[in-house]
T-cell receptor, first 116, second 114 residues
Framework: AQKITQTQPGMFVQEKEAVTLDCTYD???????LFWYKQPSSGEMIFLIY??????QNATEGRYSLNFQKARKSANLVISASQLGDSAMYFC?????????????FGAGTRLFVKA | DTAVSQTPKYLVTQMGNDKSIKCEQN?????MYWYKQDSKKFLKIMFS???????INETVPNRFSPKSPDKAHLNLHINSLELGDSAVYFC?????????????FGSGTQLSVL
């Protein structure tokens, strides 16, 4: 069975500093995708970054990078140079590839607070 | 233009009523979904609809029924609403399998059952 674990219910970071949000996963699928989504207080879900399980390099999207350690089954999100607008809930998600999004599962989320 | 739009954004209703939430996507995706986010922010899939194929999460009560008039629309009908149905409901769509299956979400509908 698939499982996503986010062990940090809440995190604080000082503005302009980097922060790492943890995500570990468990799956028996040989090929899968890992995602991070952001949910600000306004409620919408925003896609941030994607990592395929066979990608050799860690994914990066602007200030976001995904620290993918396949052997450890971890897919941590790193936000560099935090901004006040980064304060939000962050969800890690996983989906077996080529199965359609129906099998996407989400972690419980981490609430990030950026301090001025 | 909004990629995935759902209406209404807020829905307040009495127990026992029947209500619908509408969802439309203009991304040309074949697959659409309904997710439920509970008060603890936990997201769980309810339905997936790929063209004419409906995939149902078996834990969803049959009071919930998706209806898709075409591949750009997936509406959610809820009969005999209960207090426990209060949640945020998200519509989403995704591109074809094999390209990362990134989900494009609507802005959510906050349903409050009184």
């Amino acid at each position: 069975a698939q499982k996503i674990t986010q062990t940090q219910p809440g995190m604080f970071v000082q503005e302009k500093e980097a922060v790492t949000l943890d995500c570990t996963y468990d799956t028996s699928d040989p090929s899968y995708g890992l995602f991070w989504y952001k949910q600000p207080s306004s409620g919408e879900m925003i896609f941030l970054i994607y990592q395929g399980s066979y990608d050799q390099q860690n994914a990066t999207e602007g200030r976001y990078s995904l620290n993918f350690q396949k052997a450890r089954k971890s897919a941590n999100l790193v936000i560099s140079a935090s901004q006040l607008g980064d304060s939000a809930m962050y969800f890690c998600a996983m989906s077996p590839q080529n199965t359609g999004g129906f099998k996407t599962i989400f972690g419980a989320g981490t609430r990030l607070f950026v301090k001025a | 233009d909004t990629a995935v739009s759902q209406t209404p954004k807020y829905l307040v209703t009495q127990m026992g009523n029947d209500k619908s939430i509408k969802c439309e996507q203009n991304l040309g995706h074949d697959t659409m979904y309904w997710y439920k986010q509970d008060s603890k922010k936990f997201l769980k899939i309810m339905f997936s609809y790929n063209n004419k194929e409906l995939i149902i999460n078996e834990t969803v009560p049959n009071r919930f029924s998706p209806k898709s008039p075409d591949k750009a629309h997936l509406n959610l009908h809820i009969n005999s609403l209960e207090l426990g149905d209060s949640a945020v409901y998200f519509c989403a769509s995704s591109p074809p399998s094999g390209v990362g299956e990134k989900l494009f979400f609507g802005s959510g509908t906050q349903l409050s059952v009184l």
